[in-house]
């Protein structure tokens, strides 16, 4: 029986075209080209071609990398970190598409008893960490949701919408609203059409700014993201590092009944981003279409990387584990935020997360700063690779207005190296600035 296919007529002229460039020896790829690397991977291979060596090696100071400790809080009582878990024969088998019933439950168990809300296992999806599950929603969005997303935010957003094809709009950040744009600049409609949908992204603490919406303005968040059209995907992936820690699931009213996507993971506040788990937390409908795309699309996630997840969530561990990160994280904040203030660097950065959000004098930019870095063993990200309204294709005519921004990460730094990294940021810091000063750049 012949294959029917629902290819256009112009798909069919790109496939002569494709075999029209064999016949003068090149092979066109059949995959899109739509897929460059991250904006921080890019950053690591630059360093790595300037430095000899991969950013976080011995002799690096990895202030560009998104990851925390991976060892115990000591300063403040954090407590260890299982050394392994035990794999049964029946671990060897397939594991289930939403993810083990053990996981799920300790999942359900930690938003409700930390955050007082009420889902089930059914509301719980479980992901190889949290970006996957972020990219599945995104997959899945009919035609008429389109996205608001700031103009500064974590760098793969803007691929995974470019990839899956998502209508999306800009919502300034500007230092004349402290990259912190109101909860109404996320669903303000006036240039959609009526029966569009709209359905914000937001990181909450903010990667890269660290601005965190909590209290009130989350509440007043998570009814907007209620109301009929509306929608909201809140990647809670900083969730700890805010004193106190900080969930919409703890403002949701009706979430069977809702378009609210949370995102978590282990990979920050559990300090455990080698074992790749993240969640979901949506409605009982929407798990479903995830749990059928995983079936057939993802295969399920490891069992004993879940098995690990469901000890880090042993309630009497998490509570530990929570006041640490607040407790240590808060601290690393306050002491490289005075220490950048004492340089004259403007800090825009909120109380969550584990970044400083900075930025250069009038004349320096953060690409020069990070070129300089890198010859030192370190490095930053630029804020250009955080800028959604970027191009996609890298277009080098784009100019983008956050030059002079960058994000400095403390998350993986010990607390003993905080002379040190102080020390090497300024010695180059002001060697920029003498240069430029005196007319050498």
Known sequence: ?????????????????????????????FLSDNCPPMG??????AFHDTFGSFMGTEGT?????????????????????????????????????????????????????????SITPENVMVFAGGRPGIYTVMAFLKEHVNVSIGNIEWPAYLDILEQTNTEHQIVPFTKENNFHPSNAEYYNRESLDKNICLMPVISNPQNPSGQTRSGEELRELMEMAEQPGNGILLDEAYEMFHSPSVSGIQYVQDLDNSNVFIAGACTKGLQSPGIRIGWIVASKTNIETMANYSSFGMGGVSHPSQHYAVKLLEPNRVKQARKAVEQHYTWQRERYGKAFEEMGLGVYTGNGGFYHWLE??????????????????????????????????????????????????????????????????????????????????
């Open 1 to 29: 029986m012949a294959r029917m296919s629902k290819r256009e007529p112009q798909e069919w002229k790109d496939c002569e075209s494709g075999m029209a460039d064999q016949n003068d020896g090149h092979v066109e790829s």
């Open 360 to 441: 250069l004098p009038e004349g320096m930019t953060s690409d020069e700063l990070n070129k300089r870095l890198f010859k030192r063993g370190a490095a930053i990200l630029c804020a250009s690779d955080c800028d959604m309204a970027r191009p996609h294709s890298k277009d080098p005519s784009y100019v983008t207005p956050y030059e002079r921004f960058f994000r400095f990460s403390f998350g993986p730094l010990l607390p003993e190296t905080f002379e040190s990294d102080i020390q090497l940021f300024k010695e180059v810091f002001e060697d920029y600035m003498l240069d430029m000063q005196g007319g050498l750049i």
């Open 61 to 117: 100071h990895p202030w560009s990398q998104g990851f925390p400790l991976t060892t115990p809080l000591e300063k403040f009582g954090g407590p260890s970190l299982p050394s392994s878990v035990e794999v049964t024969p029946e671990d060897r088998f397939y594991p289930k598409a939403w993810g083990h019933p053990a996981l799920r439950e300790a999942i359900v168990e930690y938003y409700n008893s930390e955050y007082g809300s």
């Open 40 to 45: 921080i991977y890019e950053t690591l291979y």
